[in-house]
């Protein structure tokens, strides 16, 4: 679903949502770190959006402070005025003054993981049709080293080419994707990991995979494994580290100097047969059919059109970016049927 569509089923602010946050989730896993991510992805659009201006705030302060006065302005401009096409409930776009394409910027972020959904969405329903595969999420970790954030990378991407040497994982599995997603914990340690969309050929026995990855680390063995239900909320779940690569919340001056450093560094890939597959993919009509693509449906809609989801018709809203969290905090909390004063 498009992020900018507001659903009519949204989470009410206030006790129930509190209660939800303090679940752990079913498919918890490696440390707290992860299912803390997974509680930011049941946030309101509201407080995501709040959380998106915080985090460029935040930035560009860190920007600042490393006297990148440049980087500091782009990010200030980054969609600081909006044009939002609205009935009044539901939102159908977002369009941005300006785009500063920093990879660290969360709406910037948001709207590249969005590309590479649109992109690959088609391409892996289509790989699982044709070659009988089924996707797993794959988080595979290493063991934490004083290193450098490029080192560490470096360690995990190698070790998974090791990995895709294996007689065993061929047998296994028909390729995929990878995204890199970083932490750093209190003592400095970089933790890398690389969540992986598998298409599985066969089962297996996870112990035997687990003796595999410490074969080709030396000394790692951790690494989670769990079924891809459905592929557009799989794809979603290891997209949204393009995204949010690490937790900017948590990050410092020197960070953001060392990230500077790190040109041109991948976050996103395919590999094995998947690659190859991707590279020739041609979407038919069946293909095609395979998925709703919301977001380019929504992008010829214009002020006057009706409402994809109440047929009202849409008006062009300007907002700036504080006004946004505001905008949707309206929304999530007028009832149905009534619309607020204030924004029309
Ligand atoms: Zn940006
Ligand atoms: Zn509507």
């Not at 985090?55 to 969609?79: F, G, M, P, W, Y």
């Not at 919340?249 to 991707?278: I, V, W, Y």
């Not at 069946?286 to 009706?306: K, T």
Request: proline share 4%; hydrophobic share 35%.
């Amino acid at each position: 679903m498009n992020q900018f569509t507001l659903s009519t089923s949204l989470t009410a602010p206030g006790l129930s949502s509190v209660k939800s946050q303090s679940r752990p989730s079913p498919h918890t896993y490696l440390d707290n770190r992860v299912t803390k991510s997974q509680i930011a992805s049941r946030r309101t659009r509201s407080q995501r959006a709040r959380e998106r201006l915080e985090t460029k705030e935040h930035l560009s302060r860190l920007a600042v402070e490393i006297r990148n006065v440049e980087l500091a302005d782009k990010i200030d401009r980054c969609h600081s005025r909006l044009s939002v096409l609205t009935c009044g409930r539901h939102i159908a776009r977002v369009i941005p003054n300006f785009t500063c394409e920093f990879r660290l910027c969360p709406d910037c972020g948001r709207r590249r993981s969005r590309k590479i959904q649109n992109k690959y969405l088609p391409m892996m329903s289509a790989f699982m049709l044709h070659r009988r595969v089924t996707p797993v999420h794959l988080v595979l970790t290493q063991t934490h080293r004083a290193e450098t954030r490029k080192q560490s990378t470096k360690r995990i991407k190698d070790a998974f080419t090791r990995l895709q040497r294996r007689v065993f994982w061929n047998e296994h599995f028909k390729g995929g994707t990878w995204s890199l997603e970083f932490t750093k914990d209190k003592k400095g340690f970089h933790h890398t990991h690389l969540h992986i969309i598998g298409f599985r050929r066969t089962f297996f026995d996870i112990e035997l995979l687990r003796s595999e990855w410490l074969a080709v680390t030396g000394d790692s063995h951790v690494l989670n494994l769990k079924p891809i239900l459905d592929i557009a909320t799989g794809l979603r779940e290891v997209v949204k580290y393009v995204s949010k690569p690490l937790d900017i919340r948590r990050f410092g001056a020197d960070d953001l100097k060392e990230f500077l450093g790190l040109k041109n560094m991948r976050m996103f890939g395919t590999f094995g047969e998947f690659r190859d597959f991707s590279k020739d993919f041609e979407p038919s009509d069946n293909d095609g059919a395979a998925v709703s693509d919301l977001e380019s449906f929504n992008r010829d809609l214009v002020e006057g059109c009706a409402c994809p989801q109440c047929n009202q018709p849409l008006f062009d809203l300007r907002l700036s970016k504080s006004e946004l969290p505001q905008f949707y905090e309206q929304i999530e909390s007028s009832p149905p049927g009534k619309i607020g004063t204030k924004w029309n």
